[in-house]
């Protein structure tokens, strides 16, 4: 059927029939464009057409002559996300291209540039985690990868989510206890996303906490499932990508968990223990990184480069806390003591296990400006031959 007889047919229907219809359509484009022999000009006019109909018939962005439209009303939209609910739960077409398929059906609904679409998207998956709609919380966990856990996109969406979760309607939070079972890939990436959220800033005023509700959660997440913060890393997603897309290198939420646990001392009382908890269960993680990725080359779980801006950031904020102090003979407070115990642990097993990619050498020459204590000097004695 050509592109124009497709569009008649589908400007017959009314909304939202012609988004269940439209979607149909996409997929058979997309579809046709995860097969090995097809030709790259039909390959770009499907892509096209696709791309057509996602804005006239699926999102009603524009009219039939390319003329922007009003936004959709509220009920619309409504509708809107429970036929593309529907269309990820049971009409994905594993028959047809199956994951690869799915996925770039999601990601052209939802490219990052489209900030309109990124807040519905919020709403969609927040739909999804409450109704188990695996399929498309798997599609998203693909595209979050994709784009960058800690890119905006990605950041925006996990805060569009604890919005829902935690302050909306906190009572149903506990929907996102099982997750880390059903979804591995989606809630390591929004865990990524989640660790950008909290403690990112070095003022005491902008500074951002998580909830105890959310601390709670993700110590359960990480205590019960040691694999979970490798998921990005162990997930083969070269078959879940249309034909020929490059899967994007990994980011494991390690350093933005140990970012908390090691700043948290610095920013708040941390009497709870949940820092702690938490602090714990991700070094036993860290620990078995040898046996989720056994080969030394695919071990970047630890960027040194992100290990770097949380050094600095320990320094920036513990040469504040000092600076309050009467005498340089004092020792050190307790809340500084802890903080430094906490990342000099995180660094050495971060080293022992051999999971930090690329250059160390400025990372360790930050933490030699840090004040010295003695598991700190024991950690850079020991690693000079990796730096």
């Known amino acids: 059927m050509s592109s124009d007889s497709t569009k008649q047919v589908l400007r017959k229907l009314d909304f939202p029939f012609c988004v269940k219809e439209a979607l149909l359509r996409i997929e058979q484009l997309c579809t046709a464009n995860v ?45 809107l996300l429970e036929v593309l609910s529907d269309y990820f739960a049971y009409s994905h077409g594993p028959n047809l291209g ?3 398929a799915r996925n770039t059906v999601f990601m052209s609904l939802f490219p990052h540039t489209f900030v309109d679409r990124c807040q519905l998207l919020v709403k969609l998956v927040s739909i999804a985690v409450c109704t188990n709609n695996i399929p498309l919380l798997s599609a998203t966990g693909v595209l979050m990868q994709q784009i960058g856990c800690t890119s905006k996109f990605s950041i925006a969406l996990a805060k569009g989510i604890i919005n829902d979760y935690f302050i909306l309607l906190p009572e149903s939070s506990e929907k996102l206890r099982d997750l880390p079972s059903k979804v591995p890939l989606f809630t390591a990436n929004f865990l990524t996303a989640l660790s ?11 500074i951002s906490l998580p909830s105890s509700k959310l601390l709670d959660i993700i110590n359960e997440w990480v ?14 997603l070269l078959h879940s990508l249309p034909l020929g897309g490059i899967p994007m290198p990994a980011v494991t939420p390690f350093v933005g968990l140990f970012k908390w646990c090691v ?35 695919q071990r970047n779980v630890v960027s040194a480069q992100q290990l770097t801006t949380l050094v600095s950031t320990c320094h920036e904020r513990i040469g504040k806390i000092l600076a309050q102090i009467q005498s340089e003979a004092s020792p050190l407070p307790a809340s500084v003591q802890l903080a430094l115990e906490r990342l000099a642990q995180f660094v050495q097993v971060a080293l022992h296990t051999n999971s930090v990619y690329g250059s160390k050498q400025e990372f360790i020459n930050r933490l030699k400006q840090l004040p010295s204590i003695r598991i700190l000097r024991i950690t850079l004695s020991r690693h000079k031959e990796v730096i």
Do not use: W
Request: glycine share 2%.
């Open 35 to 79: 097969a090995p022999n097809i030709e790259r000009i039909q390959s770009i006019k499907q892509t096209d057409l696709a791309m057509e109909l996602i804005a006239e018939f699926v999102f009603c962005d524009v009219d039939r002559k390319g003329a922007k439209k009003k936004r959709l009303t509220r009920i619309q939209e409504m509708q």
């Open 98 to 100: 199956g994951d690869a």
């Open 196 to 206: 950008e959220l909290y403690f990112s800033a070095s003022s005491d005023d902008a």
């Open 223 to 236: 205590s019960e499932n040691n694999s979970l913060c490798y998921a990005a890393l162990t997930s083969n």
């Open 263 to 297: 700043l948290a001392p610095l920013f708040t009382d941390d009497k709870n223990f949940q820092y702690a908890k938490l602090h714990l269960s991700a070094l036993e993680s860290l620990l078995e990184a040898q046996i989720y990725c056994p080969s030394p080359t």
